[in-house]
């Protein structure tokens, strides 16, 4: 299970040997500074594009990444992917319009109460849909999968089930990733250390020899599981919901009637994160810390954190393409009482009210289709989410990254699709801060979201 | 036809044509604000989703919003955000009002170095800001730093945030100086020579006449930032999404997190009402207590 790939196997050195480099994706959207793409494979990509004007029909998919020529991969990736789509269906194009990702929700929520809807929402994640769908903004695509022959069993059931609310499935997942270890090999060899830590314990306990003092403050962090929201914290892309997960906690009941935010597993781990924080100056030191000794970027990147939890891609898409790459390797994510890590999904889902549905579920059905999520999985290092795939990939045999991160797949958890999903998110976060900064107890955060978000889905289930 | 239309008298035909020049703007008027006003005050008492049915619910949402403790705390941090920034721009943009008043060699630069910030966006000053007070790395903290000072951590510590936004509403004060400059400029010189002939000195002119005579300007300056105050909004939005925990979750916020994060259009509707409600009584108290104190020249009552 906790896979340990050592120095000798580094992801950098084994992509300096094979000449290509990849960027990755986590969902929040890590920058390659080092390009997939060529400017000359740019400037295909983009007149091949242009080209494609003046189709009888014009579809409009709304989307938080722009193809330019100087734009982040992912642009480009998917500007290839419309690119194909077009080849292979002569009468349909395809335009998209560019919406930032902070406000990708109100984007499309407005656009489609206005009237104006885009035919598809080619980059949505799971954390939107079911609060999407139960509020009427989208439509099923179960029934349009059945009608066409589409067998949805293809796809990994956890990454659809996040996309299922109230029996109907919404969009159709073509990516996803898990959380897992990533540590500085240099800073572990330094230390004396050989093995990743497997244990909250050990990580903690790792994490004070990797530690270095400057006076009273630290001139490098070993490690801290959990940072305050909206940062690019110690604490890397981790949340309470790993934590609460890895101590046997469950946030939602299995009919997701009844929420459980503050179950006493996850009020717990809420408090060991805060005792591990203040055992390092608290939330505001932190801050401090990533602004003097990070420059408010990862600090792993700059080597000031030793050990952190990312989603697979990190190392290759955001540590080896940063400015001064360190040497990493990484293993399963370490635990308390149960193994767990979790995933978020990115999907392809049809807005109610487009002009052009039928061609929309033509794109929605071709980006979930085997061929794209290869192309992605070699592109971008993007884990499909047919399962069937993962075996036909070189890269996911060899590449010690992806094992790992594919491994722990037996082991991930969805956020709960309840109807209100955003104010989940947001409660459970807030409650995190709110126990960091010590404005609350972990007891007192968690029972106030408890509350809250229960109030919201009660309000939900009441109308429905 | 167009001619029997027209009035007969020049006085009427004047009125016409500035209602017809001013007509795009009372049409924008009409769609655009007065129109989502009261749709805004209908959708209050519904349970509005924008999509799908609406129904009618009477007072529940207002009932819900006293209920409502982030609601409630976003209403304390948007009075706290007004009480210290008022006063503060207030003083700060007549001071160098005061100081840029009088003619000296690059007085005009001064004017309009002063006056230049406040014509850029919130957002501008938002990515200076967190650049600016970004903890011992930020450049605040550096300056603190060289006279031995041990600044705090600005906009990640739950305690100094609002006091940051409260400095950060500094950089518009170059829209009140320009307001205040007008006002010195056109204080009667009379009266500041006859306080010369009784013998007051700099500050009790300043403080007998020209504050006197500035006070219509103080009033109507006060009545500007304390709409912009409840109306906060640009510099959250950039850089705080509301934290550090909640310090920074002002009502103009949280009101688009409940219509734009979480749907509930009729509840942000009626928070939104609270809100402008809340506006409309604390310009009308601010009117009330400055009809006592401020100084009309020639207001007709205070001439009998």
């Avoid at chain 1, 800073?187 to 050989?194: N, R």
């Avoid at chain 2, 027209?6 to 001013?22: I, S």
Wanted: net charge negative; with cysteine; charged share 15%.
């Amino acid at each position: 299970m906790n896979s340990y790939w050592g120095k000798n196997f580094t992801r950098r050195s084994m992509l300096r040997s094979s000449g290509k480099l990849v960027a990755a994706a986590g969902l929040v959207g890590a920058t390659s500074q080092v390009s997939r793409f060529s400017p000359e494979a740019r400037a295909e990509v983009l007149a091949k594009a242009k080209a494609f004007q003046d189709r009888p029909v014009t579809i409009t998919a709304i989307q938080p990444v722009s193809p330019t020529a100087t734009s982040d991969d992912y642009g480009i990736a998917f500007q290839e992917v419309y690119n194909r789509f077009m080849d292979a269906y002569p009468e349909i194009g395809v335009e998209f319009a560019y919406s930032p990702w902070e406000e990708y929700t109100q984007s499309l929520s407005v656009a489609i109460g206005g009237g104006n809807a885009p035919d598809v929402a080619t980059w949505i994640d799971d954390q939107r849909i079911p609060s999407l769908a139960a509020n009427g903004f989208l439509r099923t695509v179960n029934d349009l999968a059945a009608a066409d022959g589409m067998d949805l069993a293809e796809i990994d059931p956890v990454a659809l089930s996040s996309n299922t609310f109230a029996g109907n499935v919404y969009g159709l997942p073509y990516y996803w990733d898990d959380r897992i270890f990533y540590h500085n090999t240099d800073h572990f060899s330094e230390a004396g250390i050989t093995t990743p830590p497997t244990t909250w314990q050990e990580a903690v306990a790792m994490g004070e020899q990797l530690d270095i003092k400057d006076g009273d403050s630290y001139a490098r962090i070993g490690y801290i599981p959990l940072s305050p929201a909206g940062g690019p914290g110690a604490g890397g892309n981790s949340y309470l919901f790993l934590y609460g997960w890895q101590n046997g906690g469950r946030f939602v009941s299995d009919d997701l009637a009844t929420v459980t935010v503050n179950d006493p597993a996850i009020v717990e781990a809420l408090a060991w994160c805060v005792e591990v924080s203040d055992k390092y100056g608290g939330a505001e030191e932190q801050a401090n810390f990533i602004a003097q000794a990070a420059r408010g970027t990862n600090p792993f990147l700059t080597g000031s954190v030793s050990m952190m939890t990312q989603p697979t891609g990190f190392g290759v898409g955001s540590v080896d393409a940063s400015e001064a790459p360190v040497n990493w390797a990484v293993s399963a994510s370490p635990y308390n009482t149960t193994p767990a890590t979790w995933s978020g999904v990115l999907s392809t889902a049809l807005p109610v009210g487009s002009q052009h549905p039928d061609e929309a579920w033509e794109l929605a059905k071709f980006m979930a289709s085997p061929e794209i999520q290869t192309y992605f999985a070699e592109t971008l290092a993007w884990i499909p989410t047919r399962r069937a795939l993962w075996e036909t990939i070189p890269a996911f045999a060899t590449d010690p990254e992806l094992i790992v991160g594919l491994a722990e797949f037996s082991n991930t958890h969805i956020r709960p699709p309840l109807p209100n999903s955003q104010e989940l998110w947001d409660e459970v976060l807030r409650a995190s801060d709110a126990a960091l900064y010590h404005q609350a107890s972990p007891q007192e955060a968690l029972d106030k979201a408890n509350e809250i978000i229960q109030a919201g889905l009660d309000k939900y289930l009441l109308n429905s | 036809m167009l001619r029997t239309l027209m009035p007969r008298t020049n006085r009427g035909r004047e009125t016409l044509m500035a209602l017809v020049f001013a007509s795009p703007w009372f049409i924008g008027m009409a769609i655009l604000v007065i129109g989502p006003f009261f749709m805004a005050l209908y959708y209050s008492f519904t349970d509005y989703k924008i999509m799908g049915n609406t129904q009618w619910i009477g007072l529940e949402n207002y009932r819900r919003l006293f209920d409502d403790d982030r609601f409630i705390h976003s209403l304390k941090n948007t009075a706290y955000f007004t009480v210290l920034s008022i006063p503060l721009s207030l003083i700060c943009s007549l001071a160098a009002a005061l100081l840029v008043n009088r003619p000296f060699r690059g007085s005009t630069l001064a004017r309009t170095t002063i006056y230049l910030p406040s014509l850029f966006g919130g957002v501008f000053v938002a990515a200076l800001a967190s650049q600016v007070f970004s903890g011992n790395y930020g450049f605040a903290n550096r300056l603190l730093r060289l006279i031995h000072i041990q600044g705090p951590q600005w906009l990640a510590s739950p305690d100094w945030a609002k006091p940051t936004f409260v400095i950060l509403g500094l950089w518009g004060i170059g829209a009140g100086m320009v307001l205040f400059l007008a006002a010195l400029q056109s204080v009667p010189t009379h009266l500041l020579e006859a306080a010369i002939v009784d013998g007051a000195n700099s500050l009790q002119r300043f403080w007998n006449v020209t504050l006197p005579m500035l006070s219509p300007a103080i009033l109507f300056q006060t009545i500007l930032l304390l709409i912009a105050s409840f109306q906060v909004f640009t510099l959250t939005y950039v850089l705080t999404s509301g934290g550090p925990a909640d310090s920074t979750l002002f009502t103009v916020y949280y009101i688009y997190e409940l219509a734009f994060k979480r749907f509930d259009m009729g509840y942000a509707s009626a928070a939104s009402w609270i809100l402008l409600l809340l506006t409309f009584a604390t310009t009308a108290l601010v009117l009330a207590i400055g009809s006592k104190y401020v100084y009309y020249e020639f207001d007709e009552e205070s001439d009998r």
